[in-house]
């Protein structure tokens, strides 16, 4: 199985309008203090509740947390592991994990000024934390690196995918940003390595895929019938020696939609482990990264009205995925690879 959400709140898979409330603990080693409102429930005190409902987190370590006084109520008193469950009350808390592994890939800062911070992300690394990862995320690494607590990101790429990443500075000027991607108003850029039959003609290639899609777990997205309510662009860059080198431009921005739009065309992105199977978790294998990459990004700004566009440093070739294949012995097909310089 995958890894589940750990110490912090489920994040739903679509956006929901959530109440802001004012953190009673201040922004720590660049992680902002986290939240979960109780739920109706008979748990005989609060830390039996932040026990089962954070698994990943072991006991002794929220009793010690709670000890020294790092978990607080809405109005910053501490919450005693002994203080009786009351539903309704929020508790404030900071998401830490014990042994957090390394992701030995940096992240690096294309553009930063008062209003907008534009990173280039490597891949492995999520954006925000999420399961076994907190001081090993991209908001964390920026809020830390450039000391800005206010950060907060616009989109959100793959943890598997590299590239282009965009946060604002502001939290007044956040939803002026955001809404340029909920009406379609900026112009994405994706490149992606897929195999490439060696009977598969360049006119086969639909420059425009379009399907219905629908979470159909946790972790995966999937096809199903109805009106169509994903939209992606496609241009053949390159095709030899069993590959291609796909340009990608999605209008919208469903889950996994790039992904779950190249496996339906028969064409998987290169070392996918979720489309179109689901393979068994493992280790990440840095040899092996998602030939995905989110290559550019361009809109004109709201607040500046002037026009933004940013371009990672990385690259993929067909030339990277091969390259590893040389000292391999031959075997029956394409063999994925390892991907982009970096």
């Not at 393979?279 to 294998?285: Q, V």
């Amino acid at each position: 199985m995958r890894t589940p959400v750990a110490d912090g709140n489920p994040r739903p898979s679509k956006p929901r309008q959530r109440r802001r409330h004012v953190a009673p603990l201040p922004t720590r080693d660049g992680v902002s203090p986290s939240w979960v409102a109780l739920p109706p429930g008979t748990w005989p005190n609060v830390a039996a509740f932040l026990i089962e409902r954070f698994c990943l987190v072991a006991p002794h370590a929220w009793l010690a947390r709670m000890q020294a006084g790092e978990v607080v109520d809405g109005g910053g008193t501490p919450i005693d592991p002994s203080r009786p469950y009351k539903p309704g009350l929020m508790v404030w808390y900071y998401r830490a994990l014990a042994d957090e592994p390394r992701i030995p890939f940096e992240e690096s800062v294309l553009f930063q000024d008062a209003h907008l911070v534009a990173a280039d992300k490597p891949h492995f690394l999520p954006v925000l934390p999420t399961g076994k990862y907190v001081q090993q995320s991209l908001l964390v690494r920026l809020k830390r690196r450039l000391g800005i607590d206010t950060l907060s990101p616009l989109h959100r790429i793959d943890r598997q995918t590299a590239g282009v990443v965009l946060f604002s500075v502001q939290p007044a000027e956040r939803d002026r940003y955001q809404a340029l991607f909920r009406e379609r108003s900026v112009d994405k850029v994706y490149e992606a390595i897929v195999p490439w039959p060696g009977n598969r003609s360049a006119g086969a290639l639909p420059t425009l895929y379009r399907s219905r899609l629908q979470d159909d777990s946790f972790l995966r997205t999937g096809e199903v019938p109805g009106e169509a309510n994903s939209e992606t662009h496609i241009e053949l860059l390159e095709a030899r020696q069993g590959y291609a080198h796909l340009r990608l431009r999605p209008v919208t921005g469903r889950k996994h939609q790039l992904r779950v739009h190249c496996a339906a065309l028969g064409l998987p992105i290169v070392h996918d482990d979720f489309y179109p199977r689901l393979l068994p978790e493992g280790s990440d294998d840095h040899a092996r990264p998602l030939q995905l990459l989110a290559r550019a990004i361009a809109f004109d700004d709201p607040v500046t009205g002037q026009a933004r566009r940013f371009e990672s440093a990385r690259r993929l070739s067909i030339d990277a995925v091969l390259a590893p294949l040389s000292d391999a012995p031959p075997r029956s097909g394409p063999k994925s690879a390892p991907a982009a310089s970096r």
